[in-house]
């Protein structure tokens, strides 16, 4: 089975910073990774599909990239509202996994 | 717009079967442009995968879960179930249904998902 793992665990960062978090997959999964945000207490948030594709009325300081096993999220300039734990999925197979997520904090 | 609800019983005795079901409205869960996928989150852990189902009653497990799992589709009222066999404390999670898009046609079962429905919490405990 293919593993993703997602780095870092958690991050603290500024507003307006710019925050990255990576999603490693153990094998290629070309790019069929999708990223959901998850706030606290509320239902996961589809953000990002096909690695790179915006889902509509995300905001566009969410941007992500990357193909075959390595593949990242940005968030341009961090904002108060996007507090939250993110997690890739990948969906290359009929096996779907999501990463461990990456929590989300301001400093 | 298209919104999922789950219902159940929010209390299951360990070694018993926990039955819930998800309830599509705003759209027809007979689309040939998605499946419908069970997704559970232990408290304050990540998410996990359980299964998905096409509306022709095809179905596709997580292997680590695959023995204990059943889903099913019920086109006529717009509903899909899920029924996980001798449950444990393990299985205390929040589970979500959720719509899963056909993104590769060769592997139709390969989805992302979007929408979520709310969520509920299923303890296991006696």
């Known amino acids: 089975d293919i593993q993703m793992t997602q780095s870092p665990s958690s991050l603290s960062a500024s507003v307006g910073d710019r925050v990255t978090i990576t999603c490693r997959a153990s094998q290629g999964i070309s790019n069929y990774l999708a990223w959901y945000q998850q706030k606290p207490g509320k239902v996961p948030k589809l953000l990002i599909y096909a690695a790179s594709t915006l889902q509509s009325g995300v905001p566009s300081r969410f941007s992500g990239s990357g193909s075959g096993t390595d593949f990242t999220l940005t968030i341009s300039s961090l904002q108060p509202e996007d507090v939250a734990t993110y997690y890739c999925?990948?969906?290359?197979?009929?096996?779907?996994?999501f990463g461990g997520g990456t929590k989300v904090e301001i400093k | 717009q298209l919104q999922l609800q789950e219902s159940g019983p929010g209390l299951v005795k360990p070694s018993e079967t926990l039955s819930l079901t998800c309830t599509v409205s705003?759209?027809?869960?007979?689309?040939?442009?998605?499946?419908w996928g069970w997704i559970r989150q232990p408290p304050g852990k990540g998410l996990e995968w359980i299964g998905s189902?096409?509306?022709?009653?095809?179905?596709y497990y997580n292997p680590s879960l695959k023995s204990r799992v059943t889903i099913s589709v019920d086109t006529s009222k717009n509903q899909f179930s899920l029924k996980l066999s001798s449950v444990t404390a393990a299985d205390t999670a929040v589970y979500y249904c959720?719509?899963?898009?056909?993104?590769?046609?060769?592997?139709?079962?390969?989805?992302?998902?979007?929408?979520w429905g709310q969520g509920t919490l299923v303890t296991v405990s006696s």
């Open positions: 999925q990948k969906y290359n197979s009929a096996s779907l996994t």
């Open positions: 189902i096409y509306y022709s009653g095809s179905t």
């Open positions: 705003g759209g027809s869960i007979s689309s040939s442009s998605y499946y």
């Open positions: 959720a719509r899963g898009k056909v993104d590769i046609v060769v592997v139709p079962a390969a989805n992302w998902f979007d929408p």
